[in-house]
């Protein structure tokens, strides 16, 4: 893959910012690039042993190996796997799998690490990244003591449409419907069921709009929901 595409690839990522056109040119040399198919894995500590991921296109779910849960999930512009430049052991129970036609870059462990060692601003921004999903984590840990099941849900799907939400036209905050309801209920730590009842009533009460492909809600109703 030319080295031109590679940097249009990582032109969009925040974490290169800083670094300028040139370091960003030998950054992408050593990289590697991939189209993933929906629904396909990604093996982090196989196929792509002890590598950082990049993400152009597309969403991932980040499930343990151990339980099949899902335990996050990735959207484009944004790195996934760096779980390996702090602990390996852990590292090796992820496995990720595309929610969409993905298309990645992706770079060793250990060459990641080099480029980290010689920019601060890319070491300051995988920290962060690291850092913003212990919070994530905390803030999980913290809602499942103080707060009951259906609040955990509907607060989950207030920062599921921020996240992934983008507003059209008629001035709705409209994103893919990726997760399962099985899926919502692994990551408020709730159930299933809990969790279609939650939407159910949140649907009747006009609060948001979902089908198979899409989950939306009006800006005006946004605060309410």
């Given amino acids: 893959m030319k080295a ?3 940097y249009w690839f990582l032109e969009g990522f925040n974490l290169f910012k800083k670094l300028g056109m040139l370091n960003m040119m030998r950054i992408c040399e050593i990289l590697e690039m991939d189209n993933i198919e929906k629904g396909k894995p990604i093996q982090l500590t196989n196929e792509h042993k002890n590598c950082v991921f990049f993400l152009k296109k597309g969403s991932v779910k980040i499930v343990s190996a151990t339980t099949s849960t899902v335990k996050y999930v990735v959207k484009r512009g944004n790195i996934f796997g760096e779980l390996a430049l702090f602990d390996k052991e852990v590292a090796s129970k992820e496995i990720a799998y595309a929610l969409e036609d993905c298309i990645i870059c992706y770079i060793e462990s250990e060459q990641m690490e080099e480029l980290m060692e010689k920019h601060k601003s890319l070491k ?10 212990i919070k994530k984590l905390e803030r999980r840990l913290h809602d499942l003591l103080y707060k009951d099941s259906s609040t955990r849900i509907k607060e989950f799907i207030i920062d599921y449409l921020d996240e992934f939400g983008e507003k059209n036209k008629a001035g709705h905050v409209v994103a893919k419907n990726l997760l399962s309801h099985k899926e919502i209920a ?3 730590n709730t159930s299933r069921q809990t969790v279609s009842n ?3 009533k949140m649907r009747k009460e006009g609060l948001i709009n979902y089908d198979i492909d899409s989950i939306s809600v009006n800006t005006l109703q ?4």
């Fill in 222 to 225: 946004q605060n309410q929901v």
């Fill in 198 to 200: 939650v939407l159910s």
């Fill in 124 to 133: 300051n921004g995988v920290l962060k990244v690291y850092g913003f999903r």
């Fill in 4 to 6: 031109i595409t590679k």
């Fill in 186 to 188: 692994n990551l408020t």
